[in-house]
């Protein structure tokens, strides 16, 4: 059986609390990409329905991760609902992101080693690598980090491969939809912080 056809029969058999999930999860990014602050309402949504899909389908690390997601949503509501006109894109040195990368893939390979050897975890050490470094460029997107695009483009070409090893099929097409989304991101932020610089 060909890859489209197990997609296709996979999406086929998707539950009703995924569909609602992935949508949720692509209106939060879509709207997060326009610097709109009901993004946080669908984060919230999206992420506490995959707080159970992924405990169900033995990804824990990654349903901890979603439960980070839900408290972010939160946090990132109240972070930009200050910040009145959704203004104020920033960016990071260099040193922030090397010091970033260099702690997140420390964790990473910590957290992947705990799973791999104390849980019954599917691919500990790829679902470790997208939770730390979600962790971050989660963190990243409440304080308008320019540079959380780009590490959402490395996570989700990830993620792709790990939703649909674990046979969630729409969630696999979801992250293949965020990568362009994160791609379009980017290139809107982009754009926004140059016009902001030059005011």
């Known amino acids: 059986m060909s ?3 197990l997609l296709w029969e996979g999406i086929k058999a998707t539950s009703i609390i995924e569909w609602i999930a992935v949508v949720s999860s692509l209106t939060y990014v879509v709207l997060a990409a326009k610097r709109m602050i009901l993004c946080w309402l669908f984060a919230f949504i999206g992420s506490a329905l995959f ?10 690390i990654e349903s901890i991760l979603q439960l980070f997601y839900v408290a972010m949503a939160v946090v990132g509501w109240f972070s930009w609902k200050r910040d009145s006109d959704n203004g104020g894109i920033n960016i990071w040195s260099q040193k922030n992101h090397i010091f970033n990368i ?7 390979l910590l957290l992947g080693f705990v799973f791999d050897n104390y849980t019954n975890q599917a691919n500990p050490y790829v679902d470790a690598f997208t939770t730390c470094f979600s962790l971050s460029a989660t963190y990243m997107v409440t304080r308008k980090i320019l540079g959380n695009w780009v590490y959402w483009i490395v996570i989700d070409l990830v993620s792709i491969y790990l939703y649909a090893e674990r046979d969630y099929y729409l969630t696999a097409v979801q992250y293949g939809i965020f990568t362009v989304l ?3 991101g980017l290139r809107a932020w982009q754009r926004e912080y140059k016009r902001q610089e030059l005011c």
Not at 51 to 60: A, H, Q, S
């Open 51 to 60: 707080v159970y899909l992924c405990y169900v389908g033995n990804l824990y």
């Open 102 to 108: 260099t702690l997140s893939g420390i964790l990473a």
């Open 3 to 5: 890859f489209f056809t």
């Open 182 to 184: 994160a791609v379009y």
